[in-house]
């Protein structure tokens, strides 16, 4: 859970909605705010006598569901109460989807697995069939339901470690910046370069960036995005479609006076 400071959570929520989250789902800043921004009471326009207010939600639960979906509305409805969780800060984040990292923590400590989500807001990571909770749906009377597998979260600071390629051991890493001025992760103990893996390209539009196929009604073109198709004009709406109409104004309007 993290909570948005009280009085400006809905213009600060850049600083809680997690960098990873918003280039996966590659929506707008603006289509964010709109999801996840509840409002409780505002003043209605039309009321000049009444003082401009707006009481809003305050505190806001992230969990496994991403913030533009209906799940994470439904977690934090108006009427659901949300309790504290501190988040410790991390500077600089290190895990991708793709990285192949081992359990320090729990009945699985030990194993390696491959990373496939990340929730930054909340320091977690999904590893691939590790840390797994026995859950069942579906159970009535007269059946037993279906039993399955579900992955639980793993903290970054605590209960994973990146794997070092070159020996297949846990390592501690941190940023460098090549001589090409590339800001890479490189193992404290080894010194060797852990490359950021392709499946963290992933986003809702596609894979990876290579195998994105543009749409042409759509998607702008790279021609499209050079080409001026605006051009500024000292007049008003109504002027320029007068022009583009053809109709000409000749009446002559009737003078006043101010006193």
């Not at 603006?30 to 409002?39: A, C, D, K, P």
């Amino acid at each position: 859970m993290r909570l948005f400071p009280n009085l400006n959570s809905y213009r600060n929520y850049k600083r809680f909605v997690g960098e990873l989250t918003k280039k996966y789902g590659n929506f707008p800043e603006s289509f964010l705010r709109r999801r996840i921004r509840q409002i409780e009471f505002k003043t209605p326009r039309g009321f000049p006598q009444y003082q401009p207010r707006t009481i809003e939600r305050q505190n806001f639960y992230f969990g496994q569901h991403r913030p533009w979906t209906d799940e994470f509305r439904n977690q934090n409805s108006i009427s659901s109460k949300t309790r504290i969780i501190h988040v410790e800060p991390i500077r600089d984040w290190s895990f991708f989807k793709g990285d192949r990292v081992e359990i320090l923590e729990g009945k699985d400590k030990g194993k390696q697995g491959i990373v496939n989500q990340v929730v930054q807001e909340r320091n977690w990571v999904y590893v691939e069939g590790l840390n797994c909770k026995l859950k069942n749906e579906n159970k009535t009377k007269k059946s037993l339901g279906i039993y399955y597998q579900d992955e639980q979260p793993l903290l970054v600071t605590r209960d994973v470690a990146l794997v070092d390629p070159s020996d297949l051991q846990p390592v501690s890493v941190e940023w460098r910046y090549t001589e090409e001025g590339e800001k890479v992760r490189v193992s404290k103990r080894t010194g060797r370069i852990i490359p950021i893996p392709l499946q963290a390209e992933e986003t809702l539009d596609y894979k990876t960036r290579g195998t994105y196929v543009e749409n042409k009604e759509k998607d702008t073109g790279e021609d499209e995005v050079l080409t001026i198709t605006y051009e500024p004009k000292l007049k008003t709406f109504e002027m320029e479609i007068m022009e583009a109409m053809g109709i000409v104004e000749d009446r002559i309007p009737k003078k006043t006076y101010w006193y």
